[in-house]
């Protein structure tokens, strides 16, 4: 295995494991070691088991998220996106109107800055990690789903 691993991609798996482990000691850009706590691995891990083996009427929040990629594709979180950027464009330009509308504008622009700095400073705060991590490595962990699903129909024709 090591010699057709080391034919198809010029190393072997000892040079493989020496890389590894010397980029392990290594430093950053600026001559500071590399501070590997920064990954967090046991928050990562456990979000990562949480969504991948804990279900949710009848199927963990990874296969929710591959399901939804299979079904509606890429598109269909890009839609509401581009629904709330094509609105909140319309409240900031009728936010500079001089007119009782401008007047409703201004107030849901307030509304909504405050909204999405509250939100972002949970997001960022300590305890914020409960809630956007399992989002994030669900949609990671569909897109795995869905990435491993074409390689085996494209493999094995299933």
């Known amino acids: 295995m090591e ?9 072997g798996w000892t040079d493989l494991l020496a890389a590894v482990i010397e980029r392990t000691n290594a430093t950053d850009s600026s001559g ?5 706590g920064r990954l967090q691995l046991g928050r990562n891990l456990l979000c990562l088991a949480l969504v991948n083996l804990v279900p949710l009427h009848g199927a963990p929040a990874s296969r929710w998220a591959a399901d939804a990629v299979t079904t509606y594709g890429l598109a269909a979180s890009l ?9 909140a464009g319309a409240v900031f330009i009728g936010a500079g109107i001089n007119h009782p509308v401008g007047l409703l504008c201004r107030a849901a622009l307030s509304v909504a800055t405050t909204t999405g700095r509250l939100t972002w400073r949970f997001a960022r705060s300590r305890l914020g990690w409960i809630l956007t991590r399992p989002v994030i490595w669900a949609g990671v962990s569909g897109l795995v789903i869905v990435t491993w699903r074409a ?5 094995a024709g299933a």
Do not use: C
Request: proline content about 4%; cysteine-free.
């Open 3 to 11: 010699t057709a691993v080391g034919a198809a991609f010029g190393l």
């Open 32 to 36: 500071n070691e590399v501070d590997w």
């Open 79 to 87: 839609v509401p996106a581009g629904a709330v950027l094509g609105v």
């Open 151 to 155: 390689v085996v129909h494209l493999l």
